[in-house]
T-cell receptor, first 114, second 114 residues
Framework: AQSVTQLDSQVPVFEEAPVELRCNYS??????LFWYVQYPNQGLQLLLK??????LVKGINGFEAEFNKSQTSFHLRKPSVHISDTAEYFC????????????FGGGTRLMVKP | ETGVTQSPTHLIKTRGQQVTLRCSSQ?????VSWYQQALGQGPQFIFQ???????GRGNFPPRFSGLQFPNYSSELNVNALELDDSALYLC?????????????FGPGTRLLVL
């Protein structure tokens, strides 16, 4: 079975500060990992994905994530956040033996303050 | 390129009624997945359709059913609605020739059951 834990339900941060949103996953087989963003009253938008190869993945809007197999983590980072980054962020995993089913974490609300 | 669209955007039903939600997949995509997102939680996988057949199901009862049509659009049907069915229902489309079958989400249908 696959599972995802997002360690922080809320992350407040000041504008232009760096931020890290944490994600840990559990799976007995190889995985694909994703980060999605959800703005208020909207669906999910893909930020980035990890398939294989380089462990540092760059996405849209200046976000990047690092895959760490030994720690089973896929943390999302941005060096300088903007007010417009305020949203809910979801980490998701798809295991090689789970068909095309995505398992999502509970989400982290990023609140960027001026 | 047309993205994933869903209708209606909002819906109010009473307990015991039946509801049908609709989804048009992104251009070129042949697979549709449905997710339920309760308030304050991450999306939960309901099922997936490929070639007009159910191709994987999450932990949802049989009163949740679906269809996929030859043009790859899809419907989600929920019978005997319960209060706990109140949620945002998300549709995602993907293509089987994408090695990762990345899922792209629509804006969702918000269902309120009274």
């Amino acid at each position: 079975a696959q599972s995802v834990t997002q360690l922080d339900s809320q992350v407040p941060v000041f504008e232009e500060a760096p931020v890290e949103l944490r994600c840990n996953y559990s799976s007995s087989v190889s995985v694909y990992l994703f980060w999605y963003v959800q703005y208020p009253n909207q669906g999910l938008q893909l930020l980035l994905k990890y398939l294989s190869g380089s462990t540092l993945v760059k996405g849209i809007n200046g976000f990047e994530a690092e895959f760490n197999k030994s720690q089973t983590s896929f943390h999302l980072r941005k060096p300088s956040v903007h007010i417009s980054d305020t949203a809910e962020y979801f980490c998701a995993v798809r295991s090689a033996n789970a068909g095309n089913m995505l398992t999502f974490g509970g989400g982290t609300r990023l609140m960027v303050k001026p | 390129e047309t993205g994933v669209t869903q209708s209606p955007t909002h819906l109010i039903k009473t307990r015991g009624q039946q509801v049908t939600l609709r989804c048009s997949s992104q251009s070129g995509h042949n697979t549709v997945s449905w997710y339920q997102q309760a308030l304050g939680q991450g999306p939960q996988f309901i099922f997936q359709y490929y070639r007009e057949e159910e191709n994987g199901r999450g932990n949802f009862p049989p009163r949740f059913s679906g269809l996929q049509f030859p043009n790859y659009s899809s419907e989600l049907n929920v019978n005997a609605l319960e209060l706990d069915d109140s949620a945002l229902y998300l549709c995602a489309s993907s293509q089987t020739w994408d090695p990762v079958e990345t899922q792209y989400f629509g804006p969702g249908t918000r269902l309120l059951v009274l």
